[in-house]
């Protein structure tokens, strides 16, 4: 049993809420600032062709233009819009020019105008004239592997600049294949999900005496600082970065969207420039989910259920940039290690170009389309053996110790039996599980875990700073840099902090957001927040803490180990009268009128080395109507390891919201793309369906809470942990009632409804 603490656990108010709740709160689309311009972006109309020529004289002379710009007035920088490159000592792959003299999709940058209104910015567009040298495209894996393909970069002319790169292989799986019992496999296709974000992508852009100033929805804004410093051939130092709140986030931040463009803009034009897509661009241009297309994976099982061997190769469709597809698979085959005890693996990814939009980040980062695939084949495989997949899911689960996701590192926390107990409780799987069904809608219940990270490391660079500043009242200002996309992560830093400091929650004052005034920070990715950068604080916090002893035992004349800090008061352990507040010591050493002016100001940097995964199991209770294909989902029910929440509200509502992502990727969510043109024909919110609250069947997050002994108070992660077991689970309560397996996402009535006439048929 965790202790009782004061702040850390209580259900706060979340610092943005009162801006967010009045309408006071800005974002890159709601800003105004004066002599503001209006950015767009001229597409190509053709998925493939050279850029022979852009003439923009005509644009550049309507009244009411202030800069017009294409490759003519840019350096040639090869860059990539995945500013988390710069985590990995080599990088990862940069393939794009700003406005290049050859386009890869439909969509794809040639040019940009800066006007004073929308009407004059279109106007301006239509009058650029471009010549196209129109090329061959491709739009699927299997198109652009073909021996006759078109070459889309070409330092990769078979298109597959990664191809079967072996990844987390470990021991002999040719032979615990050999000895395995019973062997469960097959080929998967997964969706390219869209963020689908409120707010569409925008960004604002000002360059003044020599500074550019960016306004931007990154969630790493001081990385996007770098990247945007290299393709504009600025100094780091000449770059600022601002991100506001943000109205879109699940991972679409990771990733540069117009912020060269608006930055090129406002730099020829002398004024701020604002970019903002329409939704339509935000859908088609901002790079979606990372798309892991073609999974093929089996698994093999030994007589008494021991897992044997894990065989998988992922193969992403990069779409017309590399971007984050081979790191996406990547994360996708790291995912398959932790959460069972296998004797052998061999794994290893391939990515290939097609001329559509590329594929960048969002939230569950690979996790989805891997927990999908293996926890669909690990159940088909423990029904082979007629064995319970709650039971079998006990026994083989690793523990402390164990494998983490890289070869470093080691599980230093699980409560997964506890997640499995209390859902196989609340769902009533004893009652309801493997039960003959008849009449034409049948029910079936169904499960999934997963352990995830809290972090990226020891794989990815995690570096967080955080710095503590006090003010003559005992208040502090606290400076960290996380992504600010309304993941209530500044609170539950600011209530590490008042927990350390014993001071109230309302009294730690939260900065974030501003790589000049910030210190570095990774931003927020792979659910780092509140563990690596919650690590920061408490450090920075513990720091200050030792600042305020240290003074108070000068003052009154005591050693700092008979000093006890309660309640923002430091008092003797002897006796209790003799005593200082923080804001006495506050106030004295702002305000030193013996000549010993200070203020107190602690910081720290961290860099976490542990491997600390929440795990979680999922549940579902599912109606299928045999006549349709329709699935309702009767009943979800999440159990999320989460160490310690810091603030069990915002841990709750993270799990909730994606239990709507997860039941879209699942069901319904499906981006279709042209296979003549490449281009999304779910351009909108009328054509691609996400989850709404009506949709939503009962549903329940519960959170188990045992601590982790390298966490915050025992705190791991949750941002993308709750979306990655619907589909499977989901599928696995599909099996139980009607005895189809399926394989392909979204699992839509016509695919269910096709699987159930094929076994009727015997096919």
Not at 269 to 289: H, M
Not at 460 to 487: C, I, Y
Not at 518 to 545: M, N, P, Q, W
Not at 653 to 680: H, K, R, W
Request: charged share 20%.
């Amino acid at each position: 049993m965790l202790e009782t603490l004061n702040v850390v656990g209580a259900r706060m108010p979340l610092p943005e809420a009162y801006e967010k709740a009045t309408g006071r709160a800005t974002y890159c689309s709601t800003m105004r600032l004066p002599g503001m311009l209006v950015g767009k972006v001229l597409r190509s109309p053709h998925p493939h062709a050279r850029v022979a020529k852009v003439d923009y004289s005509k644009a550049e002379s309507l009244p009411g233009v202030a800069a017009v710009v294409s490759g003519q007035d840019v350096k040639s920088k090869v860059y990539t819009k995945n500013v988390m490159t710069y985590q990995l000592p080599g990088g990862e792959i940069q393939d794009m020019t700003l406005f290049g003299d050859r386009v890869r999709y439909k969509g794809d940058e040639v040019a940009a105008v800066a006007a004073v209104d929308e009407p004059t910015a279109r106007r301006a567009l239509s009058l650029i004239e471009v010549e196209y040298e129109v090329l061959p495209a491709v739009f699927t894996v299997d198109d652009a592997i073909a021996e006759d393909a078109p070459v889309i970069h070409d330092f990769a002319p078979d298109n597959t600049p990664v191809s079967a790169v072996p990844t987390f292989c470990y021991g002999d799986a040719a032979k615990a294949f050999e000895e395995s019992a019973v062997v469960a496999g097959g080929w998967y296709t997964t969706s390219k999900q869209i963020q689908a974000g409120m707010e569409s992508a925008a960004c604002v852009a000002d360059y003044q005496h020599g500074k550019l100033t960016v306004w931007s929805q990154s969630q790493l804004p001081h990385m996007a600082k770098r990247m945007l410093a290299h393709v504009l051939d600025l100094p780091e130092a000449d770059v600022r970065v601002i991100q506001p709140y943000a109205g879109a986030g699940f991972g679409a931040g990771c990733d540069l969207n117009a912020e060269p463009i608006a930055a090129v803009l406002a730099m020829k034009a002398g004024a701020p420039v604002q970019v903002w897509y329409s939704r339509d661009e935000d859908f088609n241009n901002r790079l979606t989910r990372e798309h892991v297309a073609k999974v093929h994976m089996r698994v093999g099982l030994a007589a008494d259920g021991t897992p044997k061997a894990l065989e998988a190769h992922y193969w992403g469709d990069a779409g017309s940039y590399m971007c984050k597809t081979a790191s996406g698979c990547g994360v996708a085959l790291a995912s398959n290690i932790t959460p069972y005890e296998w004797e052998a693996m061999d794994q290893k990814l391939s990515a290939t170009y097609t001329n559509h939009v590329g594929g960048g980040a969002m939230r569950g980062f690979g996790g989805m389309q891997s927990s999908f695939v293996r926890e669909t084949i690990v159940d088909e495989a423990i029904a082979q053996l007629g064995m319970d997949p709650i039971e079998w899911r006990m026994k083989h689960h690793r523990n402390v110790g164990g494998l983490g996701w890289f070869p470093s590192a080691r599980i230093t926390s699980c409560a997964l039996e506890e997640c499995l107990t209390i859902g196989a409780e609340r769902i009533g799987w004893k009652e309801k599980w493997n039960k003959p069904q008849s009449g034409t809608k049948r029910r079936g219940v169904g499960v999934a875990c997963m352990a995830w990270l809290s972090g990226a490391q020891p794989m990815l660079l995690e570096h967080s700073n955080a710095t503590l500043k006090f003010n003559a009242d005992g208040s502090a200002t606290l400076l960290v840099s996380p992504g600010r996309v309304g993941q209530g992560v500044e609170g539950a830093l600011a209530q590490i902090a008042a927990e350390v400091l014993t001071i109230p929650y309302e009294r730690i004052n939260v900065i974030a957001g501003d790589t000049d005034i910030t210190g570095f920070d990774i931003g927020t990715h792979a659910s780092r927040g509140v563990y690596c950068i919650g690590k920061a604080v408490l450090a920075a916090a513990t720091e200050a803490k030792e600042q305020f002893l240290q003074r108070a035992a000068e003052k009154l004349g005591l050693s700092n180990d008979t000093l006890v800090l309660e309640d923002g008061v430091i008092s003797s352990t002897a006796d209790q009268n003799c005593f200082v507040t923080l804001e006495e010591i506050a106030l004295g050493l702002i305000y030193g009128f013996e000549h010993d002016c200070n203020q107190i100001v602690a910081h720290a940097t961290v860099e976490p080395e542990d491997f600390a995964p929440p795990w979680q199991a999922g549940f579902a209770e599912v109606e299928v109507d045999i006549e349709t294909g329709v699935v309702e989902v009767v009943k979800w029910i999440t159990v999320h390891d989460i160490g310690r929440a810091i603030n069990p509200s915002t841990v709750e509502g993270q799990l909730e919201g994606a239990t709507c992502q997860g039941m879209g990727f699942a069901l319904f969510e499906d981006p279709v793309i042209s296979l003549s043109d490449g281009y999304m024909l779910t351009d909108g919110f009328d054509k691609y369906k996400i989850m709404s609250s009506v949709d939503l069947p009962d549903h329940e997050a519960i959170l188990v809470e045992m601590g982790d002994p390298s966490g915050p108070f025992g705190a791991k992660s949750v941002g993308e942990a709750g979306l990655f077991l619907q589909a499977p689970a989901i599928a696995n309560a599909i099996y139980d009632a009607v005895g189809i397996r399926l394989r392909d996402l979204p699992m839509t009535p016509e695919r269910v409804l096709a699987a159930i006439q094929a076994k009727e048929a015997g096919v």
